[in-house]
């Protein structure tokens, strides 16, 4: 029932800037935890950032000061806004629901490559 839809992945250089979304199905949206999550070849799937119901974010150590996560309750959508991308943010970016009715689901992925 709980679907879950990212976008706005590809390939950019060093230094710039991607913008991803996830769309929400769940009529739950306004009440559930959104987080993203990114998986890098060869490595475990790691924590990016959430967004709690009062709109506050919070954010893994690797990341915080470049990126930022805004949420749109209206639209059930959740941003993404990657600035001053590094190659080592390369990987696989999932949309995933941390708390709330629908806990544990995830989006199929949006691929964010960065080159030197």
């Known amino acids: 029932q709980v679907q879950l839809v990212e976008s706005g992945g590809g390939l950019v250089q060093t230094g710039g800037s991607l913008r991803l979304a996830c769309a929400a199905s769940?009529?739950?949206?306004?009440?559930?935890?959104m987080a993203w999550y990114r998986q890098a070849p060869g490595k475990q799937r790691e924590w990016v950032g959430l967004?709690?119901?009062?709109?506050?974010?919070a954010y893994a150590g690797s990341v915080k000061g470049r990126f930022t996560i805004s949420r749109d309750n209206a639209k059930k959508m959740v941003y993404l806004q990657m600035n001053n991308l590094k190659p080592e943010d390369t990987a696989v970016y999932y949309c995933?629901?941390?708390?709330?009715?629908?806990?544990?689901?995830w989006g199929q992925g949006t691929q964010v490559s960065v080159s030197t």
């Open positions: 995933k629901i941390d708390a709330g009715p629908g806990v544990g689901s």
């Open positions: 769940t009529s739950t949206f306004n009440v559930n935890v």
């Open positions: 967004i709690n119901i009062h709109n506050t974010a």
